[in-house]
């Protein structure tokens, strides 16, 4: 929608055939947006040549489980000067690589051409317009800024950030204090837990961040508190939902299947546990939700484990040493 506003021809690529047919015919996307028509620039296809050859820029918005999959098939097509852009959040599962690793591995494309778009927004308001910010970031400035030029509009601002490590790790583990947001919701905590999670959580999701590299004020920004935040408070949030749903005492596995669609913070979990022990951070939200998802621990043990941990210092490990 954005860069169909810009006068971009969009062709969106799917494996799904119907989905693609109702796009093309009907200009709707019913599964994801009932009573909402498309702009008419935007078009479907099944066929990845005649989505990507010959595009200026390709958007990826895959799961992070199937990035490296959709990459590689659309990398022969891809013009080596097209600009690669990435809206995914998460590590790449087994390898723990972040997303534009897994595509600078993939695509022929010159790696300066690689650029993360992240930031607090739910597609389903800004598909309907409504003011959302984000950030790019890229290696090169000059591909930053050729994002920026591409998908700034009226109602939604695009600002630019170098720190491609910030903002992937940022974007990725914000989705499992997501679930841990749910979760405290669905047990009946009230606002002081909710604004400890978020609080802590960023805490966690920086020492994670500063080990493997990043700046620690990109966390301050978009792609950090602005993306907690939204996806802690917001009814659209996937991650949100499934950890309420958890809360309600439904297996993970029920969780998933009515969800229908992805919940990155799951797989994220896992990755980040895994992370923690690389990059010898510590991570206790992060801890006790692994063992909530994968190990059975009850989620009120957990909070009870997590309250009752040993006292600390507030900034301990935060700040870059
Ligand atoms: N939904 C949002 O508001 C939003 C906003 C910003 C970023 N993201 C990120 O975008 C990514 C995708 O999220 P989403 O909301 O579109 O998820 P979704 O579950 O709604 O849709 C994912 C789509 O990918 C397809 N898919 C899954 N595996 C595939 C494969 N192997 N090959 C081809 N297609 C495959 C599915 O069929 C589905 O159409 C996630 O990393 C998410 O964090 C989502
Ligand atoms: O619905 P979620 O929880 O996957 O979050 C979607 C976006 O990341 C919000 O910015």
């Not at 990826?60 to 097209?82: G, K, L, T």
């Not at 494309?109 to 409504?130: F, M, N």
């Not at 010898?280 to 998802?293: G, K």
């Amino acid at each position: 929608t954005v860069l169909a506003d810009n006068e971009y021809e969009v062709t969106m690529w799917s494996r799904n055939e119907s989905q693609v047919e109702e796009i093309k015919v009907n200009h709707t996307n019913s599964k994801f947006f009932t009573d909402l028509t498309l702009s008419s620039a935007i078009t479907a296809t099944t066929d990845m040549e005649a989505a990507v050859s010959g595009a200026e820029l390709v958007l990826f918005a895959a799961p992070s489980i199937a990035m490296r999959q959709v990459a590689r098939q659309a990398a022969p097509y891809i013009d080596q000067e097209a600009l690669c852009v990435h809206a995914t959040k998460g590590f790449e599962t087994g390898s723990l690589k972040r997303m534009t690793t897994v595509l600078a591995e993939e695509l022929k494309t010159d790696p300066k051409k690689l650029v993360v778009i992240s930031g607090p927004s739910h597609a389903e308001e800004v598909v309907k317009r409504q003011p959302t910010t984000v950030v790019v970031a890229a290696a090169c400035q000059q591909a930053a800024e050729q994002a920026q030029d591409a998908f700034i509009t009226p109602f939604f601002r695009v600002y630019t950030n170098p720190d491609v490590t910030g903002v992937e790790v940022a974007g990725a583990i914000k989705n499992i204090i997501a679930l841990g947001a749910g979760l405290s919701d669905g047990l009946g905590f009230g606002d002081n837990a909710k604004a400890a999670l978020l609080t802590r959580g960023l805490a966690e999701i920086s020492r994670l961040g500063i080990a493997m590299g990043a700046n620690p004020l990109t966390f301050a920004g978009l792609a950090g508190v602005g993306d907690l935040v939204v996806t802690c408070t917001s009814k659209h949030s996937r991650n949100w939902r499934a950890g309420a749903m958890l809360a309600e005492g439904l297996p993970l596995d029920d969780v998933l299947e009515r969800m229908g669609m992805v919940v990155e913070g799951v797989r994220t979990t896992s990755a980040a546990h895994e992370l923690a022990v690389t990059y010898d951070v510590v991570m206790p939200i992060t801890e006790q939700l692994f063992h909530v998802l994968f190990e059975g621990k009850s989620p009120r043990t957990a909070v009870e484990d997590l309250m009752g941990r040993g006292r600390t210092h507030e900034m301990e490990d935060i700040v870059a040493p």
